[in-house]
């Protein structure tokens, strides 16, 4: 439950007021504060972001104001207006794009060094490998983490939508080679590494900069760092490295 009220935009505590609100139906603002405990003032804030949101409407009755849940069917009708007007926002960024490169400033001064912590920070850097052309890799099937499932179903979508050239030196042991088994293709290139060769992260070296991630028990963090040096050395190490294997 917290995590659908999280990807609508709503606080914890907006959670729980709609919930409330939904069993208590339509409500003034001072009945609906003094079931949550909460300030008549603090209550009108939270209402109002769920009203933003889309799933708390407000209407006035002998001089009173309302609020009152969206029934619970209508949340999918929300969610898809908001992916129309997202994909029509993405229309218009397309339409636009030319126009403000030429007005980006090239000398602007880029991060060298980011750092991503948690799923959904990693997930984001994974989306941004996924519009590359092409890139290489060192992964380990071996290392448990349900980032990296997601990750490769999407990279899957993208090699056969001819999309994605990609290289990967992979771990040797038994999931590694079912692996290369269910997913080399001819634009998905595997090559097994010797079994004395492994190692705990995944690495990715793109056109302009290197990715490399951490996983442990409980969390997984990655760094990216942008160096046109640092890309061109990794890439000769790894060219030398799949010509020889």
């Known amino acids: 439950m917290k995590e659908l009220f999280k990807n609508l935009g709503a606080s914890e505590k907006e959670m729980e007021t709609f919930l409330k609100l939904l069993e208590l139906g339509a409500q003034p603002v001072s009945v609906i504060a003094r079931h949550m405990g909460v300030p008549r003032s603090s209550m009108y804030l939270i209402l109002e972001n769920l009203k933003k949101i889309g799933i708390v409407e407000e209407f006035e009755r002998a001089a009173m104001r309302y609020f009152k849940c969206i029934s619970v069917k209508a949340i999918a009708d929300v969610l898809e207006a908001k992916e129309s007007k997202i994909r029509h926002t993405i229309e218009i960024l397309d339409k636009n794009l030319p126009q403000l490169k030429v007005l980006e400033n090239k000398f602007t001064i880029t991060p060298k060094v980011k750092f991503f912590e948690g ?60 692996y290369k088994k269910d997913c080399a293709t001819k634009n998905h290139k595997i090559k097994i590494l010797p079994k004395d060769a492994t190692f705990d992260s995944d690495n990715f070296i793109c056109e302009d900069r290197i990715c490399m991630v951490s996983y442990d028990e409980k969390e997984v963090s990655a760094v990216v760092i942008f160096s046109e040096q640092l890309v061109r050395t990794q890439k000769a190490i790894f060219e030398q490295l799949w010509a020889n294997l």
Request: proline share 5%.
């Open 119 to 178: 799923k959904e920070a990693v997930m984001k850097m994974y989306e941004g490998i996924l519009k590359e052309k092409s890139f290489c890799a060192y992964f380990n099937p071996q290392v448990e983490n349900p980032v990296m499932e997601i990750y490769f179903k999407k990279v899957e979508k993208a090699i056969k939508a001819s999309r994605l050239d990609v290289r990967e030196f992979v771990v040797d042991g038994p999931k590694g080679r079912r």
